[in-house]
């Protein structure tokens, strides 16, 4: 099944091989018992039901997985969404099942293919809610709500010792290289832990041109990357990480949060597969 996107996988990292000029850094950043640095991608698996125990379910599962390293309570998939008190007691009950594996708190709205759509300040209120209650490793914040409400947000999250994913979706098209770049820089300059671009391709070479663009990026800084393109023409850039420059990705335990996500056992394969020709 995977055997066609790996073969476009090693024709893309020979060609990545040959422009290397310097190996790229990565400042590790800790997180709870996981710490993202260079090497095989950390993997992230996403809750997708509406309801409590299909949550405690997948963060019971993944913290008997050693493949999972980072669970994503998807907020905005819950039927009691908006409901601060329901799902900080939630999340303080993952966070007991995930026992030392990061909990990473998103509210996705609908610009950005998410299931919810709250004005910008009832999106923040509930984030520093959330914050407050004490919960969350890390939090993913869509840069789209602009630079006073995400420096806020950041500097709020930092203050609860969380870490800031800084988030740019788009489930239309791919942004030409330039943009995405500046994009990541502004996530970057806006006090991110990690940056974070989905992007969705209509040929192979979009997929490509996000490679291109993290490479690029990881020239430029060294702060953690998670980078993809969207759907089954973008899947290999799912396993490319280590190659490119980003640092995580998304898989699956059950449904798929996203186009083009792969279970995460066959996933793990394919990462260690590309760590092992990578190291040798």
Known sequence: ??????????????????????????????????????????????????????????????????????????????????????????????????????LLLTLRTKAEGGSLSPDDGRYIALYQQWLAAGFADLIDIEMRIGAQPVKQLVKEAHQHHVA????????????????????????????????????????????????????????????????MAMGGLGAVTRMSGEIFGSNLTFGTLGDASAPGQLEVQALDQALSTLHKANAS
């Open 164 to 227: 800031v994913i800084l988030s740019y979706h788009d489930f239309q098209q791919t942004p030409e290289n330039a943009e995405m770049l500046r994009r990541l820089a502004w996530q970057e300059a806006h006090g991110a832990d990690i940056l974070k671009i989905a992007v969705m391709p209509k040929t192979p070479q979009d997929v490509s041109r996000l490679t291109e663009v993290t490479w690029q990026m990881r020239q430029r800084s060294e702060k953690p990357l998670l980078t």
């Open 1 to 102: 099944m995977l055997k066609a996107p790996l073969a476009l996988l090693m024709m893309m990292t020979v060609s990545a091989t040959a422009a290397e000029t310097a190996p790229p850094h990565v400042q590790p950043l800790q997180i709870g018992n996981l710490t993202i640095q260079q090497g095989k991608p950390a993997i992230i698996v996403s809750t997708t039901g509406a309801d409590r125990e299909s949550a405690l379910q997948l963060a019971r599962q993944a913290a008997q997985n050693a493949a999972v390293q980072v669970v994503e309570l998807r907020v905005d998939k819950l039927d009691f969404a908006t409901d601060v008190d329901r799902v900080a007691q939630l999340g303080r009950e993952m966070r007991r099942e995930l026992a030392g594996k990061p």
